[in-house]
């Protein structure tokens, strides 16, 4: 029982380049979330799916996509990357009843 | 915008000492949660606290809720070196939008031994 994990653990991009960060969890979650966390900043919401074949928009959605690919995977796709997305991003999963959610261990990305 | 506020940002406590953070929020909650980030890590969920409820416990963990002044505290007591992390707050809104939780900025706890 992995919980959630996210890859890469470490990237860096060039500005204009493209990437995916992929998720996944093993705990039957319906909901899924991608924060980022930058200094100062706490954990914003970039976008969440509420249950596998929907997504929404968060706090801070420009700039990103996103694509539930099944009930266990949620990834996030940056097309022109930009200094500004230079953050830690954070998968999770839960919404149940509480709505107590589970975080990866996070992709630590610097765009230069 | 982040409905969360804690207070302190930081503290720097002695190992043994007691620990309170405390958490401000805005709108009508289901729920209030406060989560534990140690340095390079994922949050981890430490405590749940429902809207009708006004204290609860979890081993050295007390958590407050006082919803008529949209406020929340979090108390480690004989707080413990391994007690460094970052606190936050999140709150579940009253109005259930795909489970969405949102997070204060984090209370920065140092434990000196």
């Known amino acids: 029982n992995a919980g959630v994990t996210q890859t890469p653990k470490f990237q860096v991009l060039k500005t204009g380049q493209s990437m995916t960060l992929q998720c996944a969890q093993d705990?039957?979650?319906?909901?899924m979330y991608w924060y980022r966390q930058d200094p100062g900043m706490g954990l914003r919401l970039i976008y969440y799916s509420a249950s596998e074949g929907t997504t929404d928009k968060g706090e801070v959605p420009n700039g990103y996509n996103v694509s539930r690919l099944n009930k266990r995977e949620f990834s996030l796709r940056l097309e022109s990357a930009a200094p500004s997305q230079t953050s830690v991003y954070f998968c999770?999963?839960?919404?149940?009843?509480?709505?107590?959610?589970?975080f990866g261990p996070g992709t630590r990305l610097t765009v230069t | 915008s982040q409905q969360g506020e804690e207070d302190p940002q930081a503290l720097s406590i002695q190992e043994g000492e007691n620990a309170t953070m405390n958490c401000s929020y805005k709108t009508s909650i289901n729920n209030l949660q406060w989560y534990r980030q140690n340095s390079g890590r994922g949050l981890v969920h430490l405590i749940l606290i429902r809207s009708n409820e006004r204290e609860k416990h979890s081993g050295r963990l007390r958590v407050t809720l006082d919803t008529s002044k949209k406020s929340s505290s979090l108390l480690i007591t004989a707080s413990r070196a391994a007690d460094t992390a970052s606190y936050f707050c999140a709150t579940a809104p009253y109005y259930n939008q795909g489970g969405k939780l949102i997070f204060g900025q984090g209370t920065e706890l140092s434990v000196k031994p």
């Open positions: 999770a999963s839960g919404g149940g009843q509480t709505r107590e959610q589970y």
């Open positions: 705990m039957n979650h319906n909901s």
